[in-house]
T-cell receptor, first 114, second 110 residues
């Protein structure tokens, strides 16, 4: 079946511009996660959605970052007024029920801020 | 808060056995997972330990000791394709988001 789909796969933007990254989770998965990974580094948690509960936004690095999940499915991560330090791969993952179910990751969006 | 510590790099030869360690400090404990990530690829799930002991899946095994706050991933009969980064991960609160360790880059040499 279809896995987690992210778009675009690559995004180059100028400093100060806003960007939107999209994630289509696996159908039926109630939990959705956004992580950020800089080159050669670990996965930095950004935000977590579980069903209809309020999202866990504790990992968002600044108020320039926001995310929403519509209809319990598709999610959009928005970065406003991008900075060069925002350059990274943004990974989305979904899991069946957010407990200890395995995370299924998309291939990520590589964001480059020039 | 929580943190998971792993060695940054491990090198081994084809056919050998390698162990990647993970020590953790968490406010609660709800299991330890392992993920593999090849360069340029997405992380993929390998294993999960909720209880103490060894879980075996083919050439890969994962071990957990809750009393020692320690786990490891054991890779046997190493193959070149096993060259990748390996991450341990744990949720701090049941059903919550996963915190990942910094990752261990495994290089398998001929």
């Amino acid at each position: 079946g279809a896995g987690v789909s992210q778009s675009p796969s690559n995004k180059v933007t100028e400093k100060g511009k806003d960007v939107e990254l999209r994630c289509d989770p696996i159908s039926g998965h109630t939990a959705l996660y956004w992580y950020r990974q800089s080159l050669g580094q670990g996965l930095e948690f950004l935000i977590y959605f579980q069903g209809n509960s309020a999202p866990d936004k504790s990992g968002l690095p600044s108020d320039r970052f926001s995310a929403e999940r519509t209809g319990g499915s598709v999610s959009t991560l928005t970065i406003q007024r991008t900075q060069q330090e925002d350059s990274a791969v943004y990974l989305c993952a979904s899991s069946l029920d957010g407990s200890n179910s395995p995370l299924h990751f998309g291939n990520g969006t590589r964001l480059t801020v020039t | 808060g929580q943190s998971l510590e792993q060695p940054s790099e491990v090198t081994a030869v084809e056919g050998a056995i390698v162990q990647i360690n993970c020590t953790y400090q968490t406010s609660g404990f709800y299991g330890l997972s392992w993920y593999q990530q090849h360069d340029g690829g997405a992380p993929t799930f390998l294993s999960y330990n909720a209880l103490d002991g060894l879980e075996e899946t083919g050439r890969f095994s994962s071990f957990l000791s809750r009393s020692d706050s320690y786990g490891y991933l054991l890779l046997q009969e190493l193959q070149m394709k096993d060259s990748a980064s390996y991450f341990c991960a744990s949720p701090g609160v049941a059903g919550n988001m996963l915190t990942f360790g910094g990752g261990t880059r495994l290089m398998v040499k001929p």
